[in-house]
């Protein structure tokens, strides 16, 4: 990675506190958590102190910043980037992806996807494919293929989801409560005005989910008139040290019910 100009990059300053402020911590707060004094976070914060690598990465790890953001956090400090920012499908990361491979053979016969951050399906086990081509030609979208571009387009899965304004809502605040860091980048902006520019669809709601009673929300497929209940099971590299790891994972799909289970199994074996 090209080092940038000096005068290019963020202050370190400018941005602790705005990731102060995204966590909406005070300065005794982030001192507290990060073993630094106030007095020396003011001082960073207004430019009168230049903090140490460590104390950086310490103070990072107080805010819970994402590797990705750690990264121009250490640049603006003047210090090389530590976390590997290569491909996720690159040699270092066989072992995750070999991990990977097999939870989702395990997660057979019922769909399971590993997606970056952006919710664009870089694996499958078979039944995935399987089951979304029964809804749509996915010959025709070019690879990677966006999930949710997928499931809000008329010509995609669109059409097949029950009660999809409801689904649309929840899948928009998914967007929001499940982007890396808890962070809406320009990316995850561009990806939710692509999703709202789809005919007839809302903008998530701050109200209460009519649902909220249920321990999950279903995500219902209507196939020759026959529904089919399923939630999902998100599950995340844990403690990750490259930004492609942190940034993976991996949705399982299960059954909502036993009617749902049987009906599966059939449609997949052919039955269907």
Not at 18 to 39: F, H, N, P, T
Not at 60 to 86: C, E, K, Q
Request: hydrophobic share 45%; net charge neutral.
């Amino acid at each position: 990675m090209a080092m940038q100009k000096t005068a290019d990059r963020p202050q370190t300053g400018t941005l602790l506190r705005q990731w102060r402020a995204r966590r909406g911590k005070s300065q005794l707060d982030l001192s507290l958590d990060a073993g630094v004094s106030q007095r020396h976070i003011s001082f960073i914060e207004v430019g009168r102190s230049v903090p140490s690598r460590q104390m950086l990465i310490d103070i990072a790890t107080a805010l819970d910043v994402p590797l990705r953001d750690r990264n121009t956090l250490l640049l603006a400090g003047g210090f090389a980037p530590i976390y590997p920012d290569g491909a996720w499908d690159a040699p270092e990361m066989r072992a995750i992806t070999s991990a990977l491979e097999r939870m989702l053979r395990q997660h057979e016969p019922f769909p399971a996807l590993v997606m970056d951050r952006y919710w664009n399906v870089l694996m499958t086990n078979q039944a995935a494919p399987r089951f979304f081509a029964r809804f749509c030609d996915l010959s025709a979208r070019p690879s990677p293929r966006n999930m949710l571009e997928l499931m809000f387009d008329p010509a995609g899965i669109r059409p097949f989801i029950a009660d999809f304004p409801a689904v649309a809502e929840s899948l928009i605040q998914r967007v929001h409560r499940e982007s890396v860091g808890r962070i809406v980048d320009d990316r995850t902006k561009a990806l939710l005005a692509t999703l709202l520019a789809f005919p007839d669809v809302e903008p998530a709601s701050a109200t209460a989910d009519a649902q909220a009673a249920s321990p999950v929300i279903p995500l219902s497929f209507v196939d020759k008139g026959r529904r089919l209940n399923y939630f999902s099971m998100i599950t995340t590299v844990g403690t990750p040290q490259t930004v492609a790891a942190q940034e993976l994972r991996i949705e399982c799909m299960f059954p909502a019910d036993e009617e749902t289970e049987a009906l599966h199994a059939a449609l997949l074996d052919g039955g269907g």
